[in-house]
């Protein structure tokens, strides 16, 4: 029998290359298969960002495999979190879903050292997301 997922989590930003790809990996790895995550962007780019691929097998996460997605409106709707990184107002609004904006910095054409205190916020931020959703689940 499998279970459901406690939540589900789209992060969005513009090239679905950097930061929404590292954030979906931190999210897969800390939380399993205790939530459903996606990532998208508004205008995708043709891969992920070498150097943010770099900076995450650092922390033994591999995201080299991962594809940037054109964001979509079935997205959104299947997602409870909605995270945006600089994303402007290309992310449709639905209600009763939870919208959250982190402003961090794009990793976009930066070296892995630029790169890694750009990974190391979103490590902090998605560990916080996890533990505001472990909290609902208890409630």
Not at 106 to 128: F, H, L, M, N, Y
């Amino acid at each position: 029998m499998t279970s459901t997922p406690a939540a589900s989590v789209l992060f969005v930003c513009i090239h679905n290359a950097g930061r929404s790809q590292m954030a979906a990996g931190f999210l897969k790895h800390l939380a399993g298969d205790r939530v459903e995550v996606r990532s998208a962007g508004s205008m995708p780019g043709d891969q992920v960002n070498p150097a943010a691929v770099e900076a995450m097998a650092e922390v033994g996460i591999d995201i080299s495999a991962a594809q940037p997605k054109v964001l979509t409106t079935e997205a959104v709707q299947a997602s409870d979190y909605v995270i945006t990184m600089g994303c402007g107002d290309a992310c449709p609004i639905f209600p009763g879903k939870q919208y959250l904006d982190w402003a961090l910095e794009d990793p976009a054409g930066k070296g892995v050292e630029s790169v890694r205190p750009i990974r190391d916020q979103i490590k902090t931020r998605i560990e916080a997301l996890i533990a505001e959703i472990d909290a609902k689940q208890q409630a």
